[in-house]
């Protein structure tokens, strides 16, 4: 057989055989998170630290969000809910005190929104919690963040890798998500 | 292939008495030389004894190889890596395959060949140095390159006037 | 459902509501949308929702403009894509609402009231913010559904027109001019509290079935020696007048369809628009469900009304024939047959003498005929015949009650289908009240007139002088929520809360109150009618102390209902636990019982002289069950809805036969000058299969001209056309001419086509072919695949409509408009075919054209197994779950519109523009949070009102149990007052639908050859006339399973 | 040279008048018509270039698509445009297998015309979507959404490979074929920029044997596989209709009957452009002659009658099916609302092409460009009727319905023409019209061996 035959037939499947595992790699492994909001960590108007609730004082998670047990938003708290403690405990903190403030006149503090899904996306925190999911699973250490930051990248390749796990037994039709 | 080297050329105006150089020019026992024309000239294959060309091969192992990809891709896709009920159809519904499968191969096929000409034939190539301007026109030419074996100017310029050539140049090709 | 506490909670609630901000003005998502923390205030006046209603072309530059403006937002959304989304705030409650939720719903028990209709209903709220209106399920007459305009009286709530706040307009001397001001409601009071003190005042309402409001008005006439003038634009006075007559007490009796095995109806549309459509609806069908022993519906229609629609047998007649056709059929009985006390009576067989040949004379087939009186004999006291409705109020409305009820207490009716003690009394009123109230304004007998959202200047024919009255009143003060046509006349303008706004109560019937919450704080400065009225006693320390005390209604309407209700149907109960259980069941008492047969006055019937022989056009004005008298005329929902019968949307017409049409070369959409005396009005004319030959019929409520941009200047005001005759109005039977104009006007038609071109699409059959072949009428496939098909392990969910008890009603269209935030596109798109109802209901005319019938079938996503569109769609934008659903992927679809292309059932919808961007504000909050709204250039189609599944597995997941059979209902099952749409779990083998699929012979699936197999199961609709055809089609070759699915 | 033919070329031409004259439009300054022409295309295409972008900017609702008619003017002009665009590939290719020495003087043109017809085609189904700008997600390229494929079932990914193929290997075939011929205007070039644009272009290309030799075999490749590809590029296209369950598009005949119909487009385009390209630079008469026209009149007339054989069959399986939805679309097709399109369609592509029977018709230019004028109108039509009847009504009357066509339905249409002719007038400006290194071999063709020179 012809010298230049060989050499071009086997450089053609090297390379093809290259590009498909680059490819299938890529896709199915290795997902680079550029237009997602991973790590993102806004200041919020009240440095409110989960650290210090969660981690030192080991308040339970849905001692605030009281709510997310029982529907698919995981609610932030009430002003009210925070001034149970707070009409005792570190009254004399500057933002206690701005809290205090909002709280007597009746207004509200404007949180900065951490996680935020694209439209027609429906996620259900109940549904995952009845399911023993932990809340760390997805919000990560949050018992050590001083500031909160979204821990995971939440594209819909990341919901669907755990949802496909087997052992998840979770569905992986389109409109439990979108609809 | 970028390096030239040089070399004697004969320039001809038609075809038939460049058929007629090629073959002596080959007789003479010349390997190396290069007979141009502005169109491919009937004959001048076996005037100058060039072997058929490899490039089938080529296309046709790229045609299988695009064949493959094909079905790989077709198969992991939709029956692997996600299968998704669509229309209860099978995940692997290979009938359905068939027309990506048909067109990689194709695909794959054409550019390997075209790839594989550009190989063979060493362009793209910048600029490449003209013997004459008309070879692309009208003319044509014989030229044999000073590293042939038993390489002598005199003669072979001899033996292209006598064949008929109505210029040689001593140049680089 | 938890009682909604007081006002100062309410607005808490809605002053710290969690709001979203968005840095751009472009929203998607509804979570972030129904957020919106200006949703109170008014909205902006750039009027994006009017290319909705554009005639023709003249409006097009306009519209496009309006889009080239969008343009600019999707292109922004487009490359939104990339960038990091805007940064978005959450502001937490201050204290949060216990019953509230965030994502779940609440529902607070109501109650729906308009003329002669009231509906227990339940108010459906999301944070707050009342997104739907459902149907009661425990209620009195076991009324599962609703009617359409209940459920689109949610979009009046968000109405942009609604008032904002009390006006005041400032006339010269003559009242010509119109200058309309802001005031103060104290500077308002003050005004009105002086003007009152003058005396000589009126008020006048509509009927009025609140007994709290009653007792306000009575309490406040007594105070002010006010008089209070009832009426309603679509009343049922001919039948009061007939009940006085015939048995001495005004009163509309309860007709129980469900007792009765031979309905005789003549032009009462009692499915329609007569008295409480959705309640007879709900009875109607009890009777036919069992189909061995259906009962039989027969009409005798002038106008193609949903009775004639659904009559097994129909016969056209012209309103002058009304008389003849009852006359007939007591000649029938009473001396054709002499069964009957009265076959002795010689005044009565006088009566009847001219009645001998009425068959014959109204061209029926005598025959037929005649069976019809065999059958109404053969089921005495098991039958009823009634009259009514507008159609029915000619010359002699009183003369057809009269002896209709002769015919009823002939057949011994009385008292048992026709009960008169549980008939509902608040439902009172008449032309000749106003007319002689207008006669005492123009004699200046009238200082004060106060209007109570009714609207006698835009329902009264000119020639009443309405108009020159009103302004000859000192002061008129005007209660509603927009300066309409009567409005305009006001000199104040009260401005009145929506009835979700404010507390009230009901008598849906005697002795069934209910009481209405609010489920929302008064969105705008208004105040309810009854606080006015109190208010000002209270100003004028004037009337009763119960009047005056209380601050607001709430506790005047507790006090009253501890004194007078709770007595009547509470006794000895603790009032604390009457009031709550009340508010939980959304009821108290029952229809009261054993009522026996009144004596009929027979002089009453002797005098009846039968008419001459009527010739010529004669008018018939009718109400759509849409429209009604068009107070919800600003509502787009109802123009975009398809007329049930003639499925065509924004415009009113004048029906003709096709004869008709013919004779004087006309084709649908030619416009007509119509002439009835001096009045003359110019409208397309839509040529109707099976109206009288002699019938010209036009639909009132349209035509008005201070409603709103939606409404205004839709269609022609046929109200107008009546004219008033010795004490009555005259809808229908009044002489007409008309002349062909050369204009062409199109006419927006949802339906291409109405016949089945020999296709078993509908597959009917009659009684006579069921009772020998259960399945008669439907061909059956014999179909088979090459492989097994996918498994469904999990729910596999399926939906059985049954075409036997589907009256076309359109309610189930309107309930998933308002579930799916279904967009409104208006007359223009529909035109282009571009209408985006995710449910519809397709109406096809059987036999002969002349005299058609009709059957219809609501055709929604049928959610194939073998889905074509699936199949087609290179995105995976449509895929199958494995519950059996069609997934419609929204954020995935490029649009293709493949799918659509390939759905043999034609239901996926495209969003050709970005139709969201139409919904002006406030109109956005009566959206579903829970339903995406789809943005330009996706396919969307129904779900199965996939959310709902969603939300009912998150209940049963809350209370620990697994999803059980009727946990999920469709919103289009909620609304149905046929209760024909059954959704459920087919692998659940005793779920409701499984055993539908399995043991039902009438069920089929559509297009079956086709192999699609589809998840939605219709039932083959059985009509109870004499007749016996081979049923269409008979079996096909090979034999299908029932309900066969993988 | 046995048997006596007329010749290919006219003239007796040298080698260096065939250079000379083919290269004489690129080289000499363009004429007065040439320049109208283009100025006049060039504004069609800004035009069309204003609808589509409204078009995308505003919402496909623009168009007169709705439902129950979801594809309209878009997918009927692709489908007219894709069928121009067979003609070149299989002039070029078949032809060449079929050793059809003719060939050689229209080859570079219709392949030319193939390149841009497909160009113009293949905008259509990009932008015929809801949201073009997410088109890209019909290429199974690895995401971040688990990854999520595409749906290799449906037929319109089929037609992302089909075209997106056919368009790179028949400008692969055109380009290969240009090669030579750039080679040769570059020596001839006089200044020093067209020196090194053609020089570019030829990619150093020096005619020596061993290259010609490798050539020729990939010229040879390319054709062979061009051929199998043009054919499954339309055959793919119908699938687009045939694998749908729509009745009047559910049908086995539409691949052959859509390749047929390609072919007679496709030719008559080529008469229709050759006739004004004849007209317009004199010296290529000499090229493509009359009995070369003559020659594509015969397959039109052929094809034409294969279509219109395809025409009648379509409706005896209809009636033989005995599916009455079936039925009914080509009873309606004919006699419904749209069938006046249909009566259209017929005449244009069946009676019309008949006239070349006569010897006379086939070798008249007037004629000819008529025909092949009236060739385009029908096919557009058949392609319509297709499209837009089929769809409108369906299965359940209830949701029959019109084509609601606005006036940017017929930018569409006109401005796609403008894209397609500035593409063309540029290319006659150019590139070398006429390959010069094919016909160069077959000058003597028709000539007595010495006769030539």
């Not at chain 1, 440095?47 to 210090?52: A, M, N, Q, V």
């Not at chain 4, 009995?291 to 009658?305: Q, R």
């Not at chain 4, 092409?353 to 070798?363: A, H, N, S, T, V």
């Amino acid at each position: 057989m012809h010298r230049g035959f060989r050499r071009t037939a086997a450089g053609a499947i090297a390379f093809l055989g290259a590009l498909m595992v680059s490819t299938l790699l890529m896709g199915c492994k290795f997902q680079p998170g550029f237009g997602y909001n991973k790590g993102y960590a806004p200041e919020q108007p009240i440095p409110f630290d989960h650290s210090l609730h969660v981690g030192t004082h080991k308040i339970q998670c849905q001692y605030c969000h009281n709510q997310v047990e029982r529907t698919k938003h995981a609610n932030i708290p009430a002003l009210s809910t925070c001034m149970n403690c707070h009409l005792q405990v570190a009254t004399d903190k500057p933002s206690i005190q701005k809290l205090r403030e909002a709280y007597d006149n009746g207004g509200s503090i404007e949180w900065v929104r951490v996680h935020m899904l694209p439209d027609f996306v429906h996620f259900n925190h109940n549904a995952h919690i009845a399911k023993g999911v932990n809340c760390q699973t997805c919000h990560g250490p949050i018992e050590t963040m001083k500031k909160v930051e979204q821990f995971s990248d939440l594209s819909m390749g990341w919901c669907v890798n755990c949802h496909r796990q087997p052992e998840n037994k979770a569905p992986l039709n389109c409109s439990t998500c979108h609809y | 292939m970028a390096k030239y080297t040089k070399g004697i050329a004969g320039i001809w105006d038609d075809e038939h008495m460049i058929l007629k150089a090629a073959r002596k020019t080959r007789e003479a026992g010349f390997t190396k030389f290069e007979a141009i024309s502005s169109y491919p000239i009937h004959g001048m294959e076996e005037a100058c004894g060039i072997k058929r060309s490899w490039i089938p091969y080529v296309t046709f192992v790229a045609g299988v190889v695009g064949l493959t990809c094909g079905l790989l891709l077709t198969w992991w896709t939709s029956a692997v890596n996600w299968a998704i009920n669509v229309g209860g159809k099978p995940f692997f519904s290979l009938p359905a395959f068939i027309p990506i499968m048909f067109e990689l191969t194709i695909l794959f096929a054409a550019l390997a060949s075209v790839g594989a000409l550009f190989y063979a034939c060493g362009i793209p190539r910048i600029d490449p140095p003209v013997i004459d301007p008309d070879l692309s026109s009208h003319k044509f030419a014989i030229f044999v390159p000073q590293n042939d074996v038993g390489y002598d100017e005199a003669k072979i310029e001899k033996m292209f006037k006598e064949l008929g050539a109505t210029d040689v140049k001593k140049t680089e090709y | 459902m938890s009682e909604m506490h007081h006002d100062h909670e309410l607005e808490m609630k809605k002053a710290l509501r969690p709001k979203i901000e968005r840095d751009n003005k472009y929203w998607l998502s509804l979570e972030q949308w129904n957020n919106d923390p200006e949703f109170a205030k008014a909205a902006e006046t750039e009027f994006l929702s009017s290319p909705l209603r554009e005639k023709d072309g003249e409006e097009g530059g306009w519209a496009r403009r309006e889009f080239l403006k969008l343009m600019g937002a999707s292109i922004a959304m487009a490359s939104a894509g990339c960038i990091r989304r805007p940064v978005q705030k959450i502001v937490p409650y201050n204290k949060q609402p216990e019953e509230v939720t965030l994502g779940l719903a609440n529902y607070y028990s109501s109650a729906y009231m308009e003329g002669s209709e009231g509906l227990a209903v339940l108010i459906k709220t999301r944070e707050g913010r009342p997104i739907k209106i459902e149907a009661n399920p425990g209620h009195p007459f076991s009324i599962s559904g609703l009617n359409i305009r209940s459920q689109a009286s949610l979009l009046n709530l968000y109405d942009p027109e609604r008032l904002k706040g009390p006006q005041r307009n400032l006339f010269n001397e003559k009242k010509t001019n119109s200058q309309v001001i802001d005031v103060k409601w104290e500077d308002l009071d003050k005004k009105v509290v002086e003007q009152l003190k003058k005396g000589d005042v009126v008020i006048l309402t509509g009927a009025i079935s609140s007994p709290a409001t009653r007792a306000v008005i009575g309490d406040f006439a007594q105070g002010f020696k006010a008089k209070h003038v009832v009426w309603d634009a679509i009343s049922n006075e001919d039948v009061l007048a007939g009940q006085k007559a015939s048995y001495g007490d005004e009163v509309i009796p309860a007709y129980r369809f469900d007792k009765a095995k031979m309905i005789v109806s003549i032009d009462a549309d009692f499915l329609g628009t007569w008295i409480s459509p959705t309640a007879f609806t709900n009875q109607f069908v009890e009777g036919r469900k069992d189909i061995k022993n259906m009962n039989r519906l027969v009409s005798f229609d002038s106008n193609y009304s949903l009775t004639g629609a659904n009559a097994d047998i129909r016969f056209k007649i012209k309103p002058s024939q009304q008389l003849d056709v009852v006359m007939g059929l007591l000649h029938e009985i009473i001396v054709k047959k002499g069964a009957s006390g009265y076959a002795g009576n010689g005044s009565v067989k006088a009566a009847l003498a001219p009645f001998a040949d009425v068959a014959a004379k109204l061209g029926f087939d005598a025959e037929i005929f005649a069976k019809v009186a065999a059958d109404l004999l053969a089921n005495r006291g098991q039958s009823v015949v009634v009259a009514g409705g507008l159609q029915a109020m000619t010359e002699k409305s009183k003369e057809l009650q009269v002896a209709v009820n002769f015919l009823n207490s002939v057949l011994d009716n009385e008292g048992k289908t026709v009960d008169a003690k549980g008939g509902n009394s608040a439902v009172k009123g008449s032309y000749a009240d106003l007319i002689s109230l207008v006669q005492d304004m123009k004699n200046g007998k009238v200082k004060t007139l106060i209007v109570h959202r009714v609207n006698p200047g835009f329902v009264l024919p000119e020639e009443l002088g309405f108009a020159d009255a009103a302004k000859k009143v000192e002061m008129v003060l005007y209660t509603g929520d927009r300066i309409d046509e009567t409005g305009v006349f006001a000199d104040y303008i009260v401005p009145d809360n929506h009835a979700l706004e404010s507390w009230n109560d009901a008598e849906l019937a005697n002795g069934v109150y209910t009481i209405c919450q609010p489920a929302i704080r008064p969105m705008y400065d208004t105040r309810s009618f009854q606080l006015s009225l109190m208010t000002w006693a209270y100003l004028a320390n004037q009337g009763p102390a119960r009047l005056r005390e209380y601050e607001t209604f709430y506790d005047y309407l507790r006090v009253f209902w501890k004194s007078d209700i709770m007595p009547k149907v509470g006794k000895g109960k603790d009032f604390e636990d009457f009031w709550l259980e009340t508010l939980q069941k959304g009821y108290a008492g029952d229809i009261s019982k054993g009522s026996s047969a009144r004596s009929f006055k027979v002089e009453a019937f002797t005098a009846i002289k039968p008419a001459a022989a009527a010739s010529g056009y004669e008018l018939v004005l009718y109400p759509t069950s849409q429209m009604g008298d068009g107070s919800l005329n600003n509502v787009a929902w109802l123009h975009e809805l398809p007329d049930p019968i003639t499925k065509i949307v924004w415009d009113n017409y004048v029906m003709v036969s096709l004869a008709t049409a013919e004779k004087h070369q006309l084709k649908e959409g030619n416009v007509i000058e119509l002439t009835v005396g001096e009045k003359k009005i110019e409208l397309p004319i839509h040529i109707q299969p099976g109206l009288h030959d002699d019938v010209l019929a036009i639909a009132v409520g349209y035509g008005r001209t201070r409603v709103g941009k939606v409404g205004n200047g839709i269609g022609q005001n046929a109200f107008a056309l009546a004219s008033f005759k010795d004490g009555k109005m005259i809808f229908a039977g009044q002489k007409a001419e008309f002349k062909k104009l050369h204009k062409k006007y199109e006419l927006a038609c949802t339906q291409g086509h109405h016949v089945m071109e020999g296709r078993n699409i509908v597959a009917e059959a009659t009684l006579k072919d069921y009772n020998k072949k259960k399945d008669a009428g439907i061909h059956r496939h014999h179909t088979w695949s090459i492989w097994s098909g996918h498994e469904y392990s999990g729910h596999k969910w399926g939906m059985a409509v049954d075409l036997h008890t589907c009256t076309g009603c359109s309610s189930c269209v309107i309930a998933c408009q308002s579930e799916n935030n279904v967009p409104v596109v208006g007359k223009r798109y529909v035109l282009e075919g571009r209408e985006m109802h995710w449910l519809r209901i397709d109406r096809y005319y059987t036999g002969n054209p002349a005299d058609a019938e009709a059957v219809f079938q609501p055709i929604l996503c049928q959610h194939c197994d073998n889905a074509p569109c699936e199949t087609v769609c290179p995105v995976l934008a449509t895929v199958h779950s494995d519950e059996g659903l069609n997934d419609m992927v929204y954020n995935r679809c490029v649009g293709t519109r493949y799918c659509a292309n390939n759905c043999p059932y034609k239901v996926r919808r495209f969003n050709w523009f970005n139709y969201a961007k139409l919904i002006e504000k406030p109109l956005h909050m009566a959206l579903n949070p829970s339903v995406g709204v789809r943005t330009r250039g996706v396919m969307e189609k129904c779900t199965f009102c996939v959310q709902r599944i969603h939300d009912a597995k998150t209940l049963a997941r809350n209370e620990k149990r697994q999803l059980k059979d009727g946990d999920v209902k469709t919103a289009c099952q909620t609304a149905c007052p046929a209760g024909g749409i059954v959704f459920g779990d087919l692998n659940d083998p005793n779920s409701a639908v499984a055993k539908i699929f399995k043991t039902e012979e009438r069920g089929y699936a559509l297009l079956e050859e086709w192999h699609a197999k589809p998840s939605v199961r219709y039932l083959s609709k059985i009509r109870n006339n004499d007749k016996e055809t081979t049923g269409g089609h008979d079996n096909g070759h090979g034999t299908a399973k029932q309900g066969e699915h993988s | 040279m046995m048997m006596k033919r007329s010749p290919l070329v006219l003239g007796n031409k040298t080698l260096k008048d065939v250079s000379d004259d083919i290269c004489a439009p690129v080289e000499r300054f363009p004429s007065k018509g040439w320049v109208g022409l283009f100025l006049g295309a060039k504004t069609l295409l800004l035009f069309y270039i204003a609808i589509l972008a409204s078009v995308v900017g505003i919402g496909i609702g623009l168009l007169g698509v709705n439902s129950p008619v979801f594809w309209g003017t878009m997918i009927v002009t692709f489908v007219f445009w894709i069928g121009i665009g067979h003609a070149g590939t299989l002039i070029s290719a078949v032809l060449f297998l079929f050793r059809q020495k003719w060939r050689t003087s229209v080859a570079r043109t219709a392949e030319a015309m193939t390149v841009f017809a497909v160009m113009t085609a293949g905008l259509f189904p990009l932008l015929h979507t809801g949201r073009p700008w997410l088109d890209y997600w019909l290429f199974p390229y690895p995401n971040q959404r688990g990854p999520l494929w595409v749906n290799f079932r449906s037929p319109l990914l089929w037609d992302v490979f089909a075209v997106s193929t056919y368009a790179t290997v028949s400008m692969v075939f055109w380009y290969i074929g240009l090669v030579p011929d750039f080679a040769t205007i570059k020596d001839r070039a006089k200044n020093k920029l067209r020196r090194t644009l053609y020089g570019a272009l030829s990619l150093g290309w020096r005619g020596t044997a061993r290259n010609w030799s490798h050539y020729e075999m990939v010229y040879l490749i390319l054709a062979g596989l061009s051929t199998p590809l043009v054919l499954s590029v339309h055959t793919i296209v119908s699938f687009d209709f045939a694998v749908s369950n729509l009745p009047g598009w559910h049908t086995t005949i539409f691949p052959p009957y859509f390749v047929a119909g390609a072919i007679f487009s496709g030719f008559a385009m080529v008469v229709t452009l050759m006739t004004l390209v004849r007209i317009g630079f004199k010296e290529f008469q000499n090229y493509v002659t009359l009995d070369h026209m003559e020659v594509m009149n015969k397959i039109i007339m052929t094809t034409g009658m294969l279509v219109g054989y395809a025409y009648a069959s379509e409706f005896f399986i209809a009636w033989y099916s005995g599916n009455q939805y079936e039925r009914f679309v080509f009873v309606n097709r004919a006699f419904g609302p749209y069938g006046w399109s249909y009566w259209m369609m017929v005449t244009c592509n069946v009676l019309i092409p008949q006239l070349f029977w006569f010897k006379k018709m086939r070798r008249s230019i007037p004629v000819m460009f008529v025909v092949s004028i009236f060739v385009n109108i029908g096919m557009w039509f058949e392609r319509f009727v297709i499209t837009v009847t089929s769809l409108h009504r369906d299965f359940l009357p209830s949701s029959w319905g019109m084509y609601a066509w606005s006036w940017f339905d017929t930018g569409v249409l006109v401005g796609s023409f403008g894209m397609f002719l500035t593409l063309f007038l540029l290319y006659l400006r150019l590139f070398p019209a006429v390959s010069i290194a094919e016909v160069k071999p077959v000058l003597h063709v028709g000539y007595d061996e010495k006769g030539g020179h």
